[in-house]
């Protein structure tokens, strides 16, 4: 097992890894865990794929053109190619760039030795203590919106942090969108499941930012899935076409339940993992060379009796570890999944499998992390508790990923001097300096004695957590807008909900 020496990139790019950043900046070493020789092993089985079995592209004849265009092997739908070139390809991807926000000072950098935290999406179902599990509705979705955007240890507000149910599909993507610009000033994605959904999206982020700043800033992303095994769907290239070809962002996932989407062999899901997103990454260059992508690993192992997936096992543990090792070598930001749980509500299951999930993901190096916070139920529910119960946690991890500081002031020799041995340092002056900072707190947890405990009411975390969003909701603060820009963004939605018939499905 390897361990690769520290990044001094967070230095050189003059990141300033402090409490305030609005992203988290790592100063730990990456947990490799797999030796050269078989990291090359590995290398040499992605590109086997890549130029013996090949990737089916369906359904977007365009993207077939730009394939044979730019001199790829193509046989009908299928791609195959020399994988030096699809390497090359990717090597033309930023290794890490900018997501800029409507607010500067909330803008993020994703790759490097930058990590940003973004809640659950696509969930279509909400759960609460209070009105218990619900098809997600629009209601729902805006106060999810608004949590995400209060939390300070969340970065980045994803889309669709649940399913607005009670809005027509065909419409429902541009009262997403809005209220991501409006309710919060955080960075956020955009629609992908149509084409015209993510023009749409585009189009309100020129309104937003304005058409010229677009064409030399990413301030919009979109997230897509690969549909594994081998095969690259319309939904993907054509929102590669539209958020690439505007010089936008791609973050491009390939999902695979190991047994059923890949082979049951971990190392093998990896290196289909990593074919279909280095596919996917030299098409979105083929489009717009230099335009921002995001490789993606989201592998699960699965019930082989039911067929269920399982999460924070061992096998999709080491396969963010592993997938993490091949994205550093290929010079991409990388994006895994968080907090991940199968349990249906914030009980002991929850806890295990979310911390098992999320701190590989951490430790793997993923430079964008969806899910960190609300995931529950294998992804169908998202959970107004757990979202601030995970995005309390990863306050933690920002304090982790800071590294050990061992500066003049780390190292306490004052103390030393000032406190006589068998003594203690609760009131000397080093601690004085230092008690507000010291210790990472998470403000759900409870470390008091049980005495105190009882007194304030024996609640569980759970209970603490329903307090703590209500209680958020209730201070919430529109973040301001100009009027000209919320008018025009309003006009937008409007326009185009009478151009486009209300579908349900």
């Known amino acids: ?22 992203y988290v900046v790592r100063e730990l070493p990456y947990f490799d865990v797999v030796d050269d020789e078989n990291l090359a092993r590995l290398e040499r089985q992605v590109d086997w794929i890549i130029e013996e079995i090949g990737l089916e592209f369906r359904d977007d004849p365009e993207a077939i053109r730009i394939w044979k265009n730019a001199g790829a092997d193509v046989n009908d739908t299928r791609i195959r190619a020399d994988a030096s070139w699809i390497r090359e390809l990717c090597g033309k991807a930023p290794s ?24 659950i999406y696509g969930a279509p179902f909400v759960r609460d203590m209070e009105r218990g599990r619900r098809y997600g509705d629009m209601d729902s979705f805006e106060k999810l919106v608004k949590l995400a955007y209060m939390h300070p240890n969340l970065h980045h507000t994803g889309l669709v942090v649940c399913e607005p149910c009670d809005a027509p599909v065909s419409h429902r993507h541009l009262d997403m969108v809005y209220l991501h610009m409006t309710r919060s000033d955080k960075p956020h ?38 549909n594994s095994p081998l095969l690259v ?12 070809g505007h010089g936008q962002g791609i973050v491009v996932v390939p999902f695979i339940l190991s047994g059923a989407m890949g082979p049951v062999s971990t190392a093998a899901s990896v290196t289909q993992a990593m074919a279909e997103a280095m596919m996917c990454c030299a098409f979105s260059q083929l489009v717009r060379e230099g335009a921002p992508f995001v490789l993606g690993n989201f592998l699960s192992s699965m019930s082989l009796k039911s067929g269920s997936p399982t999460f924070g096992m061992p096998e999709p543990v080491v396969s963010n570890y592993a997938v993490g090792q091949m994205a550093r070598r290929l010079g991409l930001p990388l ?64 304090k982790m990923l800071g590294g050990l500081a061992v500066g003049e ?60 969003w209500n209680s958020m909701l209730a201070e919430y603060q529109k973040p301001d807008i100009d009027q000209a820009v919320d008018e025009a963004l309003q006009d937008y939605v409007a326009k185009r909900k009478t151009e486009i018939p209300e579908a349900w499905y």
């Open 335 to 398: 994006r895994c999944g968080g907090a991940l749980t199968g349990s249906k509500i914030e009980d002991a299951q929850a806890a295990y499998e979310s911390a098992d999930s999320m701190h590989s993901t951490v430790m793997a190096g993923a430079n964008f992390v969806l899910h960190s916070a609300g995931w529950l139920e294998g992804g169908l529910c998202t959970g107004f508790e757990k979202l601030v119960m995970d995005a309390d946690r990863l306050g933690g991890y920002r």
């Open 96 to 119: 890490e760039f900018r997501q800029v926000s409507r607010n500067p000072a909330r803008s993020v950098a994703i790759g490097g030795a930058a990590q940003v935290f973004a809640p």
């Open 189 to 226: 994605l955009g629609a992908i499941t149509e084409m015209s959904r993510a023009r749409d999206s585009v189009e309100m982020a020129k309104i937003l930012h304005g058409s010229e700043f677009l064409e030399e800033n990413c301030v919009i992303m979109g997230n897509v899935n690969t």
């Open 409 to 468: 002031e780390d190292l306490a020799r004052d103390a030393y001097r000032e406190v006589e041995p068998a003594g203690h340092f609760l009131g000397c002056g080093h601690t004085m300096r230092n008690y507000a900072t010291a210790f990472y707190e998470p403000a759900l947890s409870d470390s008091e004695n049980v005495e105190s405990w009882e007194e304030a009411g024996s609640m569980d975390m759970r209970t603490r957590a329903f307090m703590k």
């Open 1 to 22: 097992m390897a361990r690769r020496a520290k990044s001094r990139r967070a230095a050189k790019n003059g990141h300033a890894s402090t409490a305030n950043s609005p």
């Open 233 to 244: 769907d319309k939904v993907v290239t054509q929102a590669i076409r539209v958020y690439c």
